[in-house]
């Protein structure tokens, strides 16, 4: 086994052109369909965040039925930010990730797109359903439970090709990105399929429903958005600065140390909770050594980087790319801090916990996936993004966006935290602490869809393959002064 960074030849290379040029038109359809399809889901999932935002300082916004109180359109914002986006965006980035690293075309492309389709109306009957008041109020799988099969069914019929894809590779190098990719593909269904059956077919008390969905809702993060996350920057970073991952064997054992605590994490969010003592002990024990694979990637990616961080005022892959590395760092920190009782104690019913998952669903896995869509949507079209500017605009109301949300999410979970531990102060007080740091919430999420808004129609753009006829010149955030920077290139025709 080797590094992350694919193999390109020094000169000439027709024959590795060719192949790529081949791969790339057999993942064209299913890697534009999710990205486009993604990209929709997450400009509705921006707007369900900021109308149940607003609603929480002014209840009365947009108050046209039951269907758009705040219980209903917050959870219908979460599963439409997470099965609408997350994993449409994780699959459609994956495939070509995986496609490029095993060397072989993708096979049956409109068998993916079908299976798409299949997602795609089992999230919108999920959405609707919540807003309709049929949700299980169960976190992150308040989908009605007809929409469970069909969910699993499509995912299995997608990642399924993935699975070809890494089998019928060409006898070498298996990568490291591939490692993360291959997991997120059986641990999904794992996931999804062991909760779902413990919750609907096997159902038990309630208060274990409450522990099996705040697993599931730790496992999803750990073990699929992290992997596909990872796996995409161990995959991008290499490519943009020229120069493989500083040590596949610190990667190889982030990888595993990963795989070995992400699933025993979770019970934490339950300290003091009806449960037996050990669990929420055995979850903050395993969130604590997450430090470990956070800190072999940290390590990898700074010296894989370094010499070459400021390529970032030209790439828009590596700006979007590094910011959620960086992101993925303040996810794990946060998550490490919540887990001791003396921190919990005051932090696990407030708006930090809102915080503390956009960290990692938007600081870091959404932001790595902006990163991939500026790299391989060129790939893939044969045309180049627009403009510059555009991008531009996108990366700073994003960061703008996700930075206020998370800040004042923090500072105002602990303002409420402290209201909240006084026993003989009215549950209100806690209420009013945390009023105006909710209108900061607000204004993130106005940020986030003005960016996303520019996003979808940039995509859209490059769906239709409307961008730049050039494969020579990249779409840079700022120009480059000389040709010193060829090798950060998104161009369609670089590797």
């Known amino acids: 086994m080797s590094s992350a960074k694919s193999k390109q030849p020094a000169t000439g290379g027709n024959d590795e052109a060719q192949e790529r040029a081949l791969i790339d038109r057999s993942t064209r359809m299913p ?32 108050d046209w039925g039951a269907f758009l109180t705040y219980g209903r359109v917050y959870p219908a914002h979460m599963n439409a930010l997470i099965y609408g986006w997350g994993i449409q965006a994780g699959i459609g980035a994956g495939l070509w990730i995986m496609a490029r690293l095993c060397r072989v075309p993708l096979r049956n492309p409109v068998t993916l797109v079908v299976a798409g389709h299949f997602w795609n109306i089992g999230v919108t009957a999920g959405v609707l359903g919540i807003l309709c008041g049929k ?35 060409r006898v070498g190098d298996v990568y490291i990105s591939q490692w993360y990719l291959l997991a997120a593909s059986f641990l999904f269904p794992w996931l999804y399929g062991t909760a779902n059956l413990l919750i609907h077919v096997f159902p038990g008390s309630g208060v274990m429903a409450a522990a099996i969905s705040s697993w599931f809702a ?20 290499p490519k943009i600065v020229g120069r493989p991952v500083y040590s596949y064997n610190l990667a190889k054992a982030g990888f595993w140390a990963l795989m070995i605590f992400g699933g025993w994490t979770g019970m934490q969010r339950f300290m003091g909770g009806p449960l037996p003592a050990w669990m929420p002990a055995m979850g903050s024990a395993a969130t604590i050594l997450i430090l470990l694979p956070m800190l072999a990637v940290e390590l990898n990616h700074h010296m894989t980087t370094k010499g070459n961080l400021g390529y970032i005022q030209y790439s828009p892959t ?79 109301f994003s960061a703008y966006g996700i930075i206020t949300l998370v800040a004042f999410m923090i500072f105002g979970g602990m303002a409420q935290g402290t209201g909240i531990d006084r026993w003989d ?56 002064p000389d040709d010193a920077g060829a090798g950060i290139s998104t161009g369609a025709a670089k590797a």
């Open 31 to 62: 890697v534009l369909f999710f990205f486009t399809s993604s990209a929709v889901w997450l400009v509705i999932a921006a707007a369900l965040g900021l109308v149940s935002s607003i609603k929480l300082n002014v209840p009365d916004f947009m």
């Open 425 to 480: 102060a009215a549950f209100e007080v806690s209420v009013a602490r945390g009023w105006g740091y909710l209108v900061a919430r607000s204004l993130g999420w106005g940020f986030i869809l003005l960016s996303n808004l520019m996003f979808l129609f940039h995509t859209l753009l490059m769906s239709v393959r409307l961008g730049r006829r050039s494969s020579t010149e990249p779409t840079l955030i700022s120009k480059l």
């Open 218 to 237: 730790s496992g999803m993060i750990y073990l699929w958005f992290v992997p596909v996350g990872l796996g995409t920057t161990y995959y991008l970073i």
């Open 135 to 169: 949700s299980t109020s169960i976190l992150w799988l308040e989908f009605p439970a007809f929409v469970w099969p069909i969910l699993l069914i499509s995912y299995a019929m997608i990642t399924l090709w993935m699975i070809v894809m890494f089998r019928a590779r």
């Open 318 to 396: 590596l700006r979007f790319t590094v910011f959620g590395a960086w992101g993925f760092n303040l996810f794990i920190l946060l998550s490490v801090a919540l887990s001791f009782f003396s921190v919990g104690r005051y932090l696990q019913f407030t708006h930090a916990v809102t915080g503390l998952e956009m960290s990692a669903l938007y600081g870091f896995f959404t932001m790595v996936m902006f990163g991939a869509f500026y790299f391989i949507a060129p790939r893939v079209t044969g045309c180049e993004w627009l403009t510059g500017g555009m991008i531009r605009f996108h990366f700073w």
